[in-house]
């Protein structure tokens, strides 16, 4: 069974940072690769970063500069450290890998 857990999200001020982590249980994110994905209230789902099995790594434009999106295969965890935060950045964010996504994490950017 596929089990994909976010943490980390919370409230932060803008200009602060926070660190998402995704752990996997039933796949192994350095064979399946993995991306991050937010949803705003009232907006649709969008892409924010992925990282590939190979290591490589993409960014939607909204949030290259400020993301970071990595991967500790010890742990079998996916990271998004989000530098630079902004208001617009609030959403729950959610983990994905291939067709399993997690529960979401919260993240809201207000002062």
């Known amino acids: 069974q596929v089990q994909l857990v976010e943490s980390g999200g919370g409230l932060v001020q803008p200009g602060g940072s926070l660190r998402l982590s995704c752990a996997a249980s039933?796949?192994?994110?350095?064979?399946?690769?993995a991306g991050w994905y937010r949803q705003a209230p009232g907006k649709q789902r969008e892409w924010v970063a992925g990282?590939?099995?190979?290591?490589?790594?993409a960014y939607a434009d909204s949030v290259k500069g400020r993301f970071t999106v990595s991967r500790d295969n010890t742990k079998n965890t996916v990271y998004l450290q989000m530098n630079s935060l902004k208001p617009e950045d609030t959403a729950l964010y959610y983990c994905?890998?291939?067709?399993?996504w997690g529960q979401g994490t919260q993240v809201t950017v207000s002062s």
């Open positions: 994905r890998a291939i067709d399993w």
């Open positions: 039933g796949i192994i994110f350095s064979s399946t690769g």
């Open positions: 990282i590939f099995s190979s290591g490589d790594t």
